[in-house]
């Protein structure tokens, strides 16, 4: 976003009208202030116009969905797809195998790929050249099958299968709804130890007691899924019902483990009212003075969506 | 360099160490300050590390060089390779027929291609696989020539070609200082009217009888080259001598033509000493004022790089 909005307009506190809303990429005169409104949950001013970079839409979409034995080798598809599938890689997510497993028990559906696995990639290419973009993804997937780093894979064959692929991925959220609530974190995490957190978070909940199968235990499971390219773990508990004991175990812990691996503990949604007084864990107590001026300075009263984390 | 910048540490006129060196690239906690040190020119505080997202580096790499008749087919020619080499198009560069003419003067070399033409234009593509890019690089140019749209074209067949197509748009700086001085200005004009600014300041000088060929003319052209795909023109001026007559015509004439278009006066290097004062063509007075808020805040008593625009 910070790259591919041109321009904003905004009303600030006192009525003052910003009026950044340029249509051209570079404008190089003074600080790029828009910034500061992107991600800033409008506690500066209202964004009233945006214009945005929109690239033209690409006229050939590949998807592969794949299943994995490690974590290790995720890593290792991931690095083969940013070197071979660099240009046209538009997408490369993760699905551990648990999420898979519960969105076929849940939806009653059968998955793309036959057994378990202990994890999946969700893979999509955006480019030009149909025949280009297929060649390159089947020499991608020849390779990674061949070295042994995919088990087992499958390539859509029109938009339907596609789509059908992209839904084990963007079905996941919906499911894990289906016990009574989900524990849900958004985290930046390096990406060598990013599944390590799912881990120990289901080590720990384990070693409370708290995680079962039957009705007595408030914890379902613990589970992983994300933007690899991004660095961007979705670790989530579905329980059966909100629970301190849970919540104890889960905070600060989450919060500590990451911010000891200098990640993000809302990485693309911002914090809001409930993460606001986490704030300290992804930002130095410096940082955020250096917020807070900005927060007086330009609204004093305090009065643009007040609460929040300023 | 505002969304490939991950994280900056800088220090502020007090002391005080802005931290926020992040090696991932989200997080979405607080205002994303270090963004006003992108572009600030040292105003705010110094930069004293950063960390860049670095992509692989291509190794696919093509470079065509091709003439034009008009510049309406240099705007043709450009949306034709935005549609079909899209991901792979990493440069589409503008020189016109002067810079061309006058590279070929002074530095005593052969134009890759033969004859005048009004209007040249480099064309680089960087990609994973060399046989694609050059597919899609022949289709491309066979299109433009078919239609009509490019008149004759060149495609290098090796680094060294490469670098040689490249000296044509990169030696143009360096020649234009060959008669004694040059005004240059680095603009942002919405692509379809960009050119229309270096007829009309040649036509604005010609009629003050100010440009011509012999030495009681200070000024020798008036050429334009520049980065397309940004609407970025380099407007620049050769003259035999500095003027005062010449500044004239020139100033405030071109900041106008552009702030009557929303361009920028600086599109990528800043503002410096020189145009600090034309500020108010790029920027509203409200803009400049929350600029100057900014300024006041962070950096008081007004140590850090004194001088500049605020």
Avoid at 140 to 152: K, S
Avoid at 168 to 192: A, F, M, N, Q
Wanted: aromatic share 8%; charged share 25%.
């Amino acid at each position: 976003m910070h790259g591919n909005v041109l321009g904003i307009e905004a009303v600030m506190p006192d009525g003052t009208i910003m009026n950044d809303l340029s249509k051209l990429r570079k404008n190089n005169t003074g600080y790029d202030l828009k910034q500061l409104f992107i991600g800033g949950e409008g506690t500066i001013g209202i964004i009233t116009a945006i214009s945005i970079l929109c690239p033209q839409r690409s006229p050939a979409v590949n998807v592969a969905y794949f299943a994995l034995d490690s974590y290790e080798k995720v890593q290792q598809a991931f690095i083969e797809a940013k070197k071979q599938l660099s240009e046209i890689l538009s997408a490369f997510e993760l699905m551990d195998g648990k999420t898979q497993k519960y969105l076929a028990q849940v939806k009653g559906r059968k998955l793309p790929i036959e057994g378990e696995h202990p994890f999946y990639c969700l893979l999509e290419t955006s480019g030009s050249n149909t025949d280009h973009d297929s060649e390159k993804l089947q020499t991608y997937l020849e390779h990674v099958m061949g070295e042994g780093i995919v088990e087992d894979g499958v390539v859509g064959q029109d938009a339907t299968q596609n789509a059908d692929l992209w839904s084990c991925r963007e079905g996941i959220t919906e499911i894990l709804g289906h016990w009574g609530g989900v524990y849900k974190y958004d985290l930046s995490i390096p990406i060598g130890e990013m599944y390590d957190l799912v881990n120990e978070t289901r080590d720990k909940l384990a070693k409370a007691g708290l995680i079962g199968d039957d009705d007595s235990h408030p914890v379902v499971d613990v589970v992983g899924y994300g933007h690899v390219g991004d660095s961007n773990l979705h670790l989530n508990i579905p329980t059966r019902r909100f629970d301190k004991a849970v919540e104890k175990e889960l905070e600060p812990f989450v919060y500590e483990w990451v911010a000891k691996r200098n990640g993000s503990i809302s990485a693309e949604h911002g914090l809001g009212i409930t993460k606001k007084p986490y704030i300290g864990y992804s930002r130095s107590e410096s940082m955020i003075k250096l917020m807070k001026q900005i927060k007086e300075l330009y609204d004093p009263k305090g009065i643009m969506n007040p609460y929040k984390y300023i």
